[in-house]
């Protein structure tokens, strides 16, 4: 058994992406607390490597399984062990040593390495919106029965989480959910219409993946996280307010029923919110920028425009319905982007395939995990027949 002074072991899924790169970060400054037991990637050989030397990683995995070789070779020499596929990874995230399992990757890839983890008790700091997007009913389910610590890592999520601290068992009136706007916050829709990939990746605020920045521009990456606050936090979708708050300085509030607002105010850094689910209940020191609060100038607040972002009212109307819905929206949203990224399809042709994808399929009321698997394959298939792959 561990004591309180051993450094809690963390296994960081997706360690080359936006997420990842922060987490390790974020451990490099606290290394009496914190020590890396394993770290997975995709493709990124040469970063994988690079960092496994660095923290001194037992195993690292590499998912795709054709560059197990090439990882083999990069880490020859050391004491690594070298792992691919995502059986890897799935039993390595199960095992003693592991404490904390951070769920970066990116799309419902990270689904099933985060309900390996979920099933064996971890604690997770999760950064993978569609586990909870696609499988919310499951996975909350799951960590009930193993015992494990779902701890958010998105920074409104952690945002609640925080605003939460100290009033367990009040009465929460209603959830509000901030948003930036995203690249086209202030852009007419004929010119949002006609907007190539290259405008949508320039978010005014955050850095993040090419993904989670396209998601952001089209809105979708807020519905995802009220589907993710439904589950997170057992709240009704209808409690769950989205504000566009253009300055990302408060990151989400909690109204409570006698009409008090806690909001938690940071500048946009992930950095925080991935220390603070690692470190839970404490707050530890970080090297970033703190609220210069004169110089803040003014804080807004708008209601967001469905008409321009119908993918955020795609994702209220799916999670509402229930069941598979918001399984088949994710799948068909992930191929719509990667089709938006390529330029295959122009921005207004996001919301209009994940409807139709809805539309085409038929729906599970209480699907269990492979009903999820499924559905997902299925709606990824039917969904790259729409943009002709």
Same mark, same amino acid.
Not at 59 to 83: F, M, P, W
Not at 100 to 122: D, E, L, N, P, Q
Not at 276 to 300: G, I, M, V
Not at 323 to 333: Q, R, W
């Given at each position: 058994?561990?004591?309180?002074?051993?450094?809690?072991?963390?296994?960081?899924?997706?360690?080359?992406?936006?997420?990842?790169?922060?987490?390790?970060?974020? #451990?490099?400054?606290?290394?009496?607390?914190?020590?890396?037991?394993?770290?997975?990637?995709?493709?990124?050989?040469?970063?994988?490597?690079?960092?496994?030397?660095?923290?001194?990683?037992?195993?690292?995995?590499?998912?795709?399984?054709?560059?197990?070789?090439?990882?083999?070779?990069?880490?020859?020499?050391?004491?690594?062990? #070298?792992?691919?596929?995502?059986?890897? #990874?799935?039993?390595?995230?199960?095992?003693?040593?592991?404490?904390?399992?951070?769920?970066?990757?990116?799309?419902?890839?990270?689904?099933?390495?985060?309900?390996?983890?979920?099933?064996?008790?971890?604690?997770?700091?999760?950064?993978?919106?569609?586990?909870?997007?696609?499988?919310?009913?499951?996975?909350?389910?799951?960590?009930?029965?193993?015992?494990?610590?779902?701890?958010?890592?998105?920074?409104?999520?952690?945002?609640?989480?925080?605003?939460?601290?100290?009033?367990?068992?009040?009465?929460?009136?209603?959830?509000?959910?901030?948003?930036?706007?995203?690249?086209?916050?202030?852009?007419?829709?004929?010119?949002?219409?006609?907007?190539?990939?290259?405008?949508?990746?320039?978010?005014?605020?955050?850095?993040?993946?090419?993904?989670?920045?396209?998601?952001?521009?089209?809105?979708?990456?807020?519905?995802?996280?009220?589907?993710?606050?439904?589950?997170?936090?057992?709240?009704?979708?209808?409690?769950?307010?989205?504000?566009?708050?253009?300055?990302?300085?408060?990151?989400?509030?909690?109204?409570?029923?006698?009409?008090?607002?806690?909001?938690?105010?940071?500048?946009?850094?992930?950095?925080?919110?991935?220390?603070?689910?690692?470190?839970?209940?404490?707050?530890?020191?970080?090297?970033?920028?703190?609220?210069?609060?004169?110089?803040?100038?003014?804080?807004?607040?708008?209601?967001?425009?469905?008409?321009?972002?119908?993918?955020?009212?795609?994702?209220?109307?799916?999670?509402?319905?229930?069941?598979t819905v918001p399984t088949i929206m994710n799948a068909a949203n992930e191929v719509a982007v990667k089709a938006y990224l390529e330029d295959r399809i122009s921005f207004y042709?996001?919301?209009?395939i994940i409807s139709d994808t809805i539309s085409g399929m038929d729906i599970i009321q209480d699907p269990g995990l492979e009903d999820i698997y499924a559905t997902n394959d299925?709606?990824?298939?039917?969904?790259?027949?729409?943009?002709?792959?």
């Amino acid at each position: 058994m561990k004591n309180n002074n051993t450094p809690k072991r963390i296994a960081v899924l997706g360690s080359t992406g936006s997420i990842g790169t922060q987490t390790l970060d974020v #451990v490099s400054q606290h290394p009496d607390r914190f020590a890396i037991d394993l770290l997975t990637a995709n493709n990124q050989v040469e970063l994988l490597a690079k960092q496994a030397v660095e923290f001194n990683v037992p195993d690292v995995v590499i998912c795709n399984e054709s560059k197990y070789q090439q990882l083999k070779d990069a880490l020859a020499g050391t004491d690594v062990r #070298v792992h691919a596929g995502m059986d890897a #990874v799935c039993d390595l995230v199960g095992r003693s040593s592991v404490d904390i399992v951070v769920t970066a990757m990116v799309g419902f890839s990270g689904v099933r390495s985060t309900v390996a983890a979920v099933k064996a008790g971890k604690t997770i700091a999760l950064a993978n919106k569609e586990t909870l997007v696609a499988a919310g009913s499951v996975v909350t389910a799951l960590a009930q029965q193993s015992g494990s610590e779902i701890r958010p890592v998105d920074s409104e999520h952690s945002a609640i989480f925080q605003c939460l601290q100290g009033n367990i068992g009040q009465k929460v009136a209603k959830i509000h959910l901030t948003a930036s706007g995203g690249p086209f916050r202030t852009w007419e829709k004929a010119d949002i219409a006609a907007a190539k990939a290259a405008a949508a990746l320039k978010h005014p605020n955050w850095s993040m993946g090419a993904k989670v920045t396209i998601d952001s521009a089209t809105m979708m990456n807020k519905g995802l996280e009220v589907i993710e606050a439904k589950w997170l936090f057992g709240t009704d979708v209808d409690d769950i307010n989205v504000l566009v708050h253009p300055q990302s300085i408060v990151h989400s509030m909690v109204e409570y029923e006698d009409g008090s607002v806690i909001a938690q105010l940071g500048h946009p850094d992930m950095r925080e919110p991935i220390q603070y689910a690692l470190s839970f209940p404490d707050r530890l020191c970080l090297n970033n920028r703190k609220p210069d609060f004169p110089q803040l100038a003014r804080l807004e607040f708008f209601a967001p425009d469905m008409d321009r972002f119908p993918c955020l009212a795609l994702a209220f109307d799916s999670i509402r319905r229930g069941g598979t819905v918001p399984t088949i929206m994710n799948a068909a949203n992930e191929v719509a982007v990667k089709a938006y990224l390529e330029d295959r399809i122009s921005f207004y042709d996001i919301p209009q395939i994940i409807s139709d994808t809805i539309s085409g399929m038929d729906i599970i009321q209480d699907p269990g995990l492979e009903d999820i698997y499924a559905t997902n394959d299925e709606a990824y298939a039917y969904a790259k027949t729409l943009v002709k792959w």
